[in-house]
């Protein structure tokens, strides 16, 4: 994401939690800033993608120490609701400006600058946000104001989770059965079934490749603040519900770390009253 802002033609200063990271950058006479305080003293549009509620939060008590006012910060991190909104009112009070910007399409997407982006905030910030933005997502937009970025983001995750359930569940099921799964991953791709899961999952398991990609740890994160988010407003959400559960199962057995197409070989050991 960075390597096209700084293709765009913006100047740029990155920092990351992982030093290595930023070295591809720093070859190309990118600014790495020491600390996050020192990245917040030198820019007027800050862009953050980290895990959890708990990692903004952190970073953006360092970025504020220094920041002037009025700059704009833009996260991109999948957080909770609920903690975005209160971002929002908390930099307002201190003189900054805050976008909640969660992103889609993985890191293929983020390598070929084909995000998708759910903005949340005023229309004067998401205006501000946006030229930077266009230079890695295919497609930004502002849902509303403050934590519908990660509302939608919710909604997406629910989306992802229920064809990923479809994709493990029909392909498990393929290969119980006796079927080419090649043949199987093709055909049913092709037809009515066909998903973003079923093109770029499907080879991973047709390799047994569960390397993420996104985690299932990523994923039970995500779900965590969905469950949260739909409990708030009095959403069903059965389907997530299922896929959690077996993520989580997976996690149990020390796989928090593969793809979540590794759901497959969970369902495929699993049988019929599981």
Known sequence: ????????????????????????LARR??????????LGASCDRVFLCVTRTEDV????????RRARPGTLFVDHSTISPTAAIEIHGE??????????????????GAQRGSLTIFCGGSEANVRAAMPVLNTYARRAERVGGPGAGQMMKMANQIAVG???????????????????????????????????AFENYGPMILAEDWRPGFSVANQLKDFGYVREAA???????????TVDRLLKRLADEGHGDWTTAGLFDA????????
């Open 162 to 196: 229920g064809a990923l359930l479809g994709l493990c569940e029909s392909l498990s099921f393929a290969a119980k059965a006796g079927l080419d799964l090649k043949q199987a991953h093709e055909l049913i791709g092709s037809g009515a079934a066909g998903s973003w």
């Open 29 to 38: 006479r990118v600014e790495v800033a020491p600390d996050l305080e020192s």
């Open 231 to 241: 409990q708030a407003i009095d959403a069903a959400t059965p389907g997530t519900a």
């Open 91 to 108: 930099l307002g009070a201190e003189g900054f400006a805050f976008v909640d910007a969660p992103i889609t399409g993985g890191s293929a």
């Open 267 to 274: 369902m495929r050991r699993m049988g019929f009253d599981e």
């Open 57 to 64: 939060r952190e970073c953006l008590a360092a970025l504020t």
């Open 1 to 24: 994401m960075a390597s096209h802002v700084l293709s765009g033609g913006f100047e740029l200063a990155v920092w990351n939690r992982t030093p290595e990271k930023t070295e591809a």
